[in-house]
């Protein structure tokens, strides 16, 4: 069923979606703090305030397939219901959803950031309209790339709904997620380590050189105490 829409009119060429999409886009990269891929559990829309009625966040339900959890009212007006739970393709012309299916696959799995350029299907009381897709990867609570922050912005009268677009332009920038560097595996221990090993006797000399003469008997008595000396002795008897 179609709906006329009364929804503030956005210019076509007024520049509002590269404004809206730079400032999404700035949010994402603080939240990265150098990670490739920042969590969807830090997206605070109070950061996000100005942009929010273009925003939305995507859960990854099937390959290729993207679920709206959130979005934006701008979202809603444009479809004239309200979008949450639909998939991100309900937006697109059935001639587009493959295309737009590829690049929202492509975002999760690279992972990779998606900037898309599109026009609006046009007919009676469907007058032109430009749009621009944003759609930014983030990991889930499991630390999969799973859930994207974007923002969808369209420029012209909406008329009657819903409007629905196809893909004219598309720009993927894919992440380079750095490696974890490789633990270093200890060399094994070699026999002669120091610390673990015996002293080495030179080729060629007797062992027995540097040892030096037994002690006599006396000399060991000599070094005793007397306890010692004493502990030596034993009391034989004679028999009667």
């Given at each position: 069923m179609e709906n006329d829409s009364d929804s503030r009119v956005i210019t076509i060429g007024s520049g509002t979606g590269r404004r809206v999409s730079n400032e999404l886009r700035a949010y994402w990269e603080?939240?990265?703090?150098?990670?490739?891929?920042?969590?969807?559990?830090?997206v605070n829309p109070r950061g996000i305030e100005?942009?929010?009625?273009?925003?939305f966040v995507l859960e990854r339900v099937a390959p290729g397939m993207g679920?709206?959890?959130?979005a934006g009212m701008h979202l809603n007006d444009l479809m004239g219901m309200e979008v949450r739970g639909m998939p991100l393709s309900a937006l697109f012309a059935p001639e587009g959803r493959k295309q737009i299916a590829k690049i929202t696959e492509a975002v999760f799995s690279d992972p990779a950031i998606a900037e898309v350029e599109l026009c609006a299907?046009?007919?009676i009381g469907k007058p032109e309209m430009m749009a621009r897709l944003l759609i930014l990867p983030l990991t889930s609570d499991f630390g999969d790339v799973s859930r994207a922050l974007?923002?969808?912005?369209?420029?012209?009268e909406i008329g009657r709904t819903p409007r629905r677009f196809e893909v004219t332009g598309v720009r993927m920038t894919k992440i380079?997620?750095?490696?974890?560097p490789a633990t270093e595996t200890p060399a094994p221990l070699r026999p002669n380590l120091q610390g673990f090993s015996e002293t080495q006797t030179p080729f060629g000399k007797s062992p027995m050189q540097n040892v030096s003469a037994p002690k006599s008997p006396r000399e060991h008595l000599a070094e005793m105490t007397p306890d010692e000396r004493r502990a030596m002795f034993r009391i034989v008897r004679e028999p009667n």
């Open positions: 603080a939240l990265r703090k150098g990670r490739a891929v920042p969590p969807r559990s830090e100005r942009a929010l009625e273009f925003s679920r709206f959890r959130l299907e046009t007919s974007g923002c969808f912005v369209a420029e012209g380079e997620i750095q490696a974890q």
